[in-house]
């Protein structure tokens, strides 16, 4: 037991640095929407054609929505069941075990599910329908990726959770009785 939770706190810090580049990443697809946008308004003002720029602000919105998974749970950003949670009382930490392992176990099957996907595509030399004929695999990518992620942050904080830590999911300067009290 001891020498697991040695483990833990030597990943901690990797695991929220690794779920902090992920939301960097979001951050630039984002910015890439903005200059895809950008892009696209100056070349319908000087009559140019941009053939593709829709299709590009979508797989970059694809790619923005789940690199932000993992960052946003792990700052506890997501939507979560805390009503319900709350009225459990003394039975909370087995209600947040329940709900972290089924999300977990959902998480993991995406994923799974979500790198088989660009298997496929790239087996089957899939291309887009679109303008652009971009290697469907490219933009899947990032959904594989960012679904891995989030699914590393829910086992990693449902071992938390597990191995008595912390069920609150936000700022971790906050006072957990504080938070109790609530």
């Not at 069920?167 to 300067?173: A, H, M, R, V």
């Amino acid at each position: 037991m001891r020498g697991l939770i040695i483990v833990g706190r030597t990943l901690r810090p990797w695991l929220d640095r690794l779920y902090d580049l992920a939301g960097g990443l979001a951050a630039l697809f984002l910015i890439a929407i903005l200059i895809i946008i950008c892009l696209q308004m100056g070349a319908r003002w000087t009559g140019q054609q941009f053939p593709g720029s829709t299709d590009y602000a979508g797989y970059c919105m694809a790619a923005a929505s789940f690199f932000a998974l993992a960052h946003a749970f792990n700052r506890g950003a997501h939507i979560r069941v805390s009503l319900f949670l709350s009225r459990l009382g003394r039975f909370r930490r087995v209600g947040e075990l329940w709900c972290l392992g089924i999300a977990a176990v959902l998480a993991i099957f995406f994923a799974i599910y979500a790198v088989k996907a660009v298997q496929v595509s790239i087996q089957l030399n899939d291309i887009s329908q679109g303008q652009d004929a971009t290697p469907i695999w490219i933009p899947q990518l990032a959904m594989a990726i960012g679904t891995c992620l989030f699914a590393i942050c829910l086992v990693d904080r449902l071992l938390r959770v597990a191995f008595g830590g912390s069920w609150y999911l936000g700022d971790p300067n906050v006072n957990e009785q504080s938070v109790d009290a609530d």
